[in-house]
C-alpha cells in the first residue's frame, strides 16, 4: 500500500451529517413555501439516519441500523399525513405562502 | 477506497441539500433532494448497512419523492418562486447565523463526544460477496423480528392510521352530512 491511508472516522460521518442537518434547519426557516419545507424536514430525517447508522457501526450494534429502519416507517407515514393536509389546505386557496396561513392564529 | 467514497457521497448530498433550499422552482428541489438521497443510500452501503442502503432508495428515492412531485403537478404549484423578496426583513441572516451557530455546536459536540464511541455491542455481521452475502439482513430481522417485534406490529397499525387519516382529509366534501 502506500504508506499513510486515510480512512474517515466515525467522526466525519457525524460532522457531514450536523452538516446536513443545518442544512435542512435553515431550509425550514428561510423557504415559504410548504413542499419545500417538507423537503428540508426529510433532509433533517436523513441526517438523523445517517447519525443512527454511524454511531451503531462505531458502536458494532445492529439495532442503531434497526431503528433506522423504524424512523423510516414513520417517516413515511408523516409525508402521506403532511402532504394530504398540504393538498386539502391548498385546495381552498391558491396561495403558496406558509404566511397566509395564520388562521389558527389565536 | 472508503475515503474516495465519502468525499464522492459527501459532495453529493451536500451539493443535494443546497440545491433544496436555493432552487427557486420546486420540481428541481424535489430533484435536488433525490441526489441528497441517494448519496445517503451510499454512505449507507460504505458503512455495511446494504439493506438500509435499499431501503432507502426504494422508499424515500423511490416512493416519497415521487408523492412529492405527485402532489406538486397536482397542486399546480410547478412555477419558478420570487426568492428575491424576503417577507421578514432581515430574516435571512439570522436564518444563516442560526445555522452556522447550530454546525458548531454540533460538531463541537460530535468532536467533543466521540469518546463515548467504543465497541460494546455484539459486533455487526458483514456481507461479504461469496461466502454470506446477507449476513447484514439475517442480523438485521433477527433484531426486529425478536427484540423489536411489538414495535414492528405497531407500525403496521401507524401505516393503516396514516393512510385512512390521507384518505379523509383529501378527500372532496361532496354532498352534506357527511363529515
Same mark, same amino acid.
Given at each position: 500500500?502506500?504508506?499513510?491511508?486515510?480512512?474517515?472516522?466515525?467522526?466525519?460521518?457525524?460532522?457531514?451529517?450536523?452538516?446536513?442537518?443545518?442544512?435542512?434547519?435553515?431550509?425550514?426557516?428561510?423557504?415559504?413555501?410548504?413542499?419545500?419545507?417538507?423537503?428540508?424536514?426529510?433532509?433533517?430525517?436523513?441526517?438523523?439516519?445517517?447519525?443512527?447508522?454511524?454511531?451503531?457501526?462505531?458502536?458494532?450494534?445492529?439495532?442503531?441500523?434497526?431503528?433506522?429502519?423504524?424512523?423510516?416507517?414513520?417517516?413515511?407515514?408523516?409525508?402521506?399525513?403532511?402532504?394530504g393536509i398540504i393538498v386539502s389546505i391548498m385546495r381552498r386557496r391558491s396561495g403558496v405562502n406558509v404566511d397566509d396561513l395564520t388562521e389558527l392564529k389565536g | 477506497m472508503e475515503l474516495f467514497v465519502f468525499v464522492c457521497a459527501s459532495v453529493m448530498v451536500l451539493v443535494g441539500a443546497l440545491g433544496v433550499i436555493v432552487r427557486k422552482h420546486?420540481?428541481?428541489?424535489?430533484?435536488?433532494?433525490?441526489?441528497?438521497?441517494?448519496?445517503?443510500?451510499?454512505?449507507?452501503?460504505?458503512?455495511?448497512?446494504?439493506?438500509?442502503?435499499?431501503?432507502?432508495?426504494?422508499?424515500?428515492?423511490?416512493?416519497?419523492?415521487?408523492?412529492?412531485?405527485?402532489?406538486?403537478?397536482?397542486?399546480?404549484?410547478?412555477?419558478?418562486?420570487?426568492?428575491?423578496?424576503?417577507?421578514?426583513?432581515?430574516?435571512?441572516?439570522?436564518?444563516?447565523?442560526?445555522?452556522?451557530?447550530? #454546525?458548531? !455546536?454540533?460538531?463541537?459536540? %460530535?468532536?467533543?463526544?466521540?469518546?463515548?464511541? +467504543?465497541?460494546? @455491542?455484539? &459486533? $455487526? *455481521?458483514?456481507?461479504?460477496?461469496?461466502?454470506?452475502?446477507?449476513?447484514?439482513?439475517?442480523?438485521?430481522?433477527?433484531?426486529?423480528?425478536?427484540?423489536?417485534?411489538?414495535?414492528?406490529?405497531?407500525?403496521? #397499525?401507524? !401505516?393503516?392510521?396514516?393512510? %385512512?387519516?390521507?384518505?379523509?382529509?383529501?378527500? +372532496?366534501?361532496? @354532498?352534506? &352530512? $357527511? *363529515?
Amino acid at each position: 500500500m502506500f504508506g499513510l491511508v486515510v480512512v474517515p472516522t466515525p467522526t466525519w460521518y457525524l460532522v457531514l451529517s450536523a452538516v446536513l442537518f443545518s442544512i435542512g434547519a435553515v431550509g425550514v426557516l428561510v423557504r415559504r413555501n410548504p413542499l419545500v419545507m417538507f423537503m428540508c424536514i426529510e433532509l433533517m430525517l436523513n441526517a438523523v439516519n445517517l447519525t443512527f447508522v454511524t454511531v451503531g457501526r462505531a458502536m458494532s450494534d445492529i439495532n442503531g441500523q434497526a431503528i433506522v429502519f423504524f424512523v423510516m416507517v414513520v417517516a413515511a407515514a408523516e409525508v402521506v399525513v403532511g402532504l394530504g393536509i398540504i393538498v386539502s389546505i391548498m385546495r381552498r386557496r391558491s396561495g403558496v405562502n406558509v404566511d397566509d396561513l395564520t388562521e389558527l392564529k389565536g | 477506497m472508503e475515503l474516495f467514497v465519502f468525499v464522492c457521497a459527501s459532495v453529493m448530498v451536500l451539493v443535494g441539500a443546497l440545491g433544496v433550499i436555493v432552487r427557486k422552482h420546486p420540481v428541481h428541489a424535489a430533484l435536488s433532494l433525490v441526489l441528497t438521497l441517494f448519496g445517503i443510500a451510499v454512505l449507507f452501503v460504505a458503512q455495511s448497512a446494504e439493506f438500509l442502503a435499499a431501503v432507502q432508495v426504494i422508499v424515500y428515492a423511490g416512493a416519497i419523492v415521487i408523492l412529492f412531485l405527485f402532489v406538486i403537478m397536482l397542486l399546480g404549484v410547478d412555477k419558478a418562486e420570487n426568492l428575491q423578496i424576503e417577507p421578514l426583513t432581515g430574516q435571512r441572516w439570522i436564518a444563516g447565523v442560526v445555522g452556522l451557530g447550530m #454546525v458548531g !455546536l454540533l460538531t463541537t459536540a %460530535v468532536v467533543s463526544g466521540s469518546d463515548v464511541l +467504543r465497541l460494546r @455491542g455484539l &459486533g $455487526i *455481521a458483514s456481507s461479504v460477496a461469496g461466502e454470506n452475502a446477507d449476513a447484514n439482513i439475517q442480523q438485521l430481522a433477527n433484531s426486529i423480528f425478536s427484540d423489536y417485534v411489538f414495535a414492528f406490529e405497531v407500525t403496521s #397499525v401507524l !401505516l393503516v392510521v396514516a393512510v %385512512v387519516g390521507t384518505v379523509l382529509l383529501a378527500r +372532496r366534501r361532496t @354532498g352534506k &352530512g $357527511i *363529515a
